[in-house]
Every structure is written in C-alpha cells, then in structure tokens.
C-alpha cells in the first residue's frame, strides 16, 4: 500500500526552538507539500515542491522553511518555533497533472510552549 | 487565500438517510477534488472530477460539478456511522498542481 509518513504523531517543543518536521513518500511522486490546519480556517499551504531541490511559497510561508534533497523526503522546518505555530502539520504527494488526488500523512500535531 | 467553502458547515443524520455537501468557489478551475478526514487524522481522497465532467459516480458517493455557477456537491447515499468524518473540497490553481481547501462539512452519521 502507497503511503506518506510523517515522522511524528505528536510533538511538544519550546518556544524559539528549531523544529524539523520529516516526510517521505514511497510512491515516487514528483510533488509534495506541507498544508497547516487549524480550526476555522482550514487547510493552508506553506510550502511545496515539484522536484528535487526546488520549492516554492504556498500562502503562509513566513516563520517556515523546507529542505528537498530527495525526491522520496521533504522536510518543514520552523527556523524559531513559536506558540502561533501551534497546529495540524499535514504533507502531501502527488502525481502531479491532476491525475490523481493527493496522498497525504496521518499528520503532526505540534504544541509550541 | 480560501478557494471552497463548503456548506453547511456542520450536518447531522441518521444512518440510512443520505447527505448533501456543497462546495463553492471563486476562480476557473481544471478539476475538483473531495476529501475525508476523520478526527484527528490525514485527509484521504475520495473523488476526482474534471471540469469537462458534470457528474461522477464512485460507490455511494455521488459528486456534480456546475462550472457555470462554480459550484460542486457530494451526495453519499445510505449512509452509515462509519461515514462519520469532516469532508473537504479542493480545487487546483488553474495549470497548476495546487490544491486550495475549504474549511470542510462536518458529518455525523448517528446509528
């Protein structure tokens, strides 16, 4: 079975700590990404990436940066975590194309304190 | 930037009855996607539909798309407790692979 995996399920970090959050896929896919989710507002992207070593912007990428040195990996990282980071981290692949939907991890849930 | 907003936001049924989602959106699209997320988990797909396509079928899950009024909606017929989620809409940025999600339906299927 096709899966994204997310290294953590929950995660508890103090404020101004470097948090990396990790995400592989093993479906070869071309694209990934990193939504945030919070009630009321929905699924927000941060970032994404259509290749190795490529990213680009989503709609709140400020506070957040990503690493892509394989194609299987893509990785979120809160350069100084604070308490308005608090939140859902979900990552997603997909084929690209609008072939098909994307496949996304069961998430990170992360507390800043 | 909020692309779907799904209607209602909250929706309480018995099993055995169906339920109605709508999803709204703003800008020309290549397809609509529709999500199920049950508490505290990732999201999973569900169906895909073009916007060449009017209706499409996959199980009890029945999905319209209306380009002209931008709008699209998620029948699931006979439900069943098991269908007890949130259910999302995404639309693509035009020629793009990026998704936009709404802020989801929350479902409650009572036995």
């Known amino acids: ?113 | 930037s909020q692309q779907g907003e799904e209607d209602p936001q909250a929706l309480s049924i018995q099993e055995g009855e169906n339920a109605t989602m709508n999803c709204s959106y703003k800008t020309s699209i290549n397809n609509l996607q529709w999500y199920r997320q049950n508490s505290g988990r990732g999201l999973v797909h569900l169906i895909l539909i073009r916007s060449n396509e009017r209706e499409k079928h996959s199980g009890r899950l029945r999905v319209t798309l209306d380009t002209s009024k931008k709008s699209s909606s998620l029948l699931i017929t006979a439900s069943r407790a098991a269908d007890t989620a949130s259910y999302f809409c995404a639309t693509d940025l035009y020629n793009t692979d990026k998704l936009i999600f709404g802020t989801g339906t929350r479902l409650q299927v009572f036995p």
């Not at chain 1, 990404?33 to 699924?43: A, I």
């Not at chain 1, 709609?59 to 690493?67: A, F, K, L, R, T």
């Not at chain 1, 893509?74 to 084929?95: G, K, R, V």
């Open chain 1, 1 to 113: 079975d096709v899966k994204v995996t997310q290294s953590s399920r929950y995660l508890v970090k103090r404020t101004g700590e470097k948090v990396f959050l990790e995400c592989v896929q093993d479906m070869d896919h071309e694209n990934m990404f990193w939504y945030r989710q919070d009630p009321g507002l929905g699924l927000r992207l941060i970032y994404f990436s259509y290749d190795v070593k490529m990213k680009e912007k989503g709609d709140i990428p400020e506070g957040y940066s990503v690493s892509r040195e394989k194609k299987e990996r893509f990785s979120l990282i809160l350069e100084s975590a604070s308490t308005n980071q608090t939140s859902m981290y979900l990552c997603a692949s997909s084929l690209g194309q609008g072939v098909k939907g994307y496949t996304f991890g069961s998430g990170t849930r992360l507390t800043v304190v």
